[in-house]
T-cell receptor
Framework: DAKTTQPNSMESNEEEPVHLPCNHS???????IHWYRQLPSQGPEYVIH???SNVNNRMASLAIAEDRKSSTLILHRATLRDAAVYYC????????????FGKGTKLSVKP | DTGVSQDPRHKITKRGQNVTFRCDPI?????LYWYRQTLGQGPEFLTY????????KSRLLSDRFSAERPKGSFSTLEIQRTEQGDSAMYLC?????????FGPGTRLTVL
């Protein structure tokens, strides 16, 4: 059970911002929110993660709702290379720390 | 290149044969994970090592599957008596903290 809900697919135009939503209404107070993406024929790639505060890195921004029941991954200017499946994952860490993937959101970027 | 590597990248075998895959993690990472991914699905956790100890196995890992990580460095995943249902992408990931770094995967086709 992935315990997150994402749209199956989204489309964006190149050089426009993209907001990828994720619902995790049953998240516990200690679960992190991780985002990975998987380009065609490649292994998943880490994008960003956060706990409560919004986070920024060179790839993207992560906006986390105040009640932590949802989050949004923001790609500020989509490029054709950003076309991928994006996975939103609740991560509890601990001694094991395996990731539980859902089906993710397939992002298409149009030139 | 200091990323996670996997060998072979592709493997075609006949039903009933044994196959072995290798994963070389990032050298300083003590955690190593194996996942399996079928078409259109997100990766599914198979097993986890901390150094040389195999600490967790998914129910997906039937008794035909065995994984090792001798000396806490590279890992091997063996599938005995392969079945057509074993056809999938086998992904390896390593981590030294909350982020997992994935290899390119080994695509197995069982004829």
């Amino acid at each position: 059970d992935a315990k997150t809900t994402q749209p199956n697919s989204m489309e964006s135009n190149e050089e426009e911002p993209v907001h990828l939503p994720c619902n995790h209404s049953t998240i516990s107070g200690t679960d992190y929110i991780h985002w990975y993406r998987q380009l065609p024929s490649q292994g998943p790639e880490y994008v960003i993660h956060g706990l409560t505060s919004n986070v920024n890195n060179r790839m993207a921004s992560l906006a986390i709702a105040e009640d932590r029941k949802s989050s949004t991954l923001i790609l500020h200017r989509a490029t054709l290379r950003d076309a991928a499946v994006y996975y939103c994952i609740r991560w509890s860490g601990g001694s094991q720390g395996n990731l539980i993937f859902g089906k993710g959101t397939k992002l298409s970027v149009k030139p | 290149d200091t990323g996670v590597s996997q060998d072979p990248r592709h493997k075609i075998t006949k039903r009933g044969q044994n196959v072995t895959f290798r994963c070389d993690p990032i050298s300083e990472h003590n955690r190593l994970y194996w996942y399996r991914q079928t078409l259109g699905q997100g990766p599914e956790f198979l097993t986890y090592f901390q150094n040389e100890a195999q600490l967790e196995k998914s129910r997906l890992l039937s008794d035909r599957f065995s994984a090792e990580r001798p000396k806490g460095s590279f890992s091997t995943l063996e599938i005995q008596r392969t079945e057509q249902g074993d056809s999938a992408m086998y992904l390896c990931a390593s981590s030294g903290g909350p982020t997992q770094y994935f290899g390119p995967g080994t695509r197995l086709t069982v004829l």
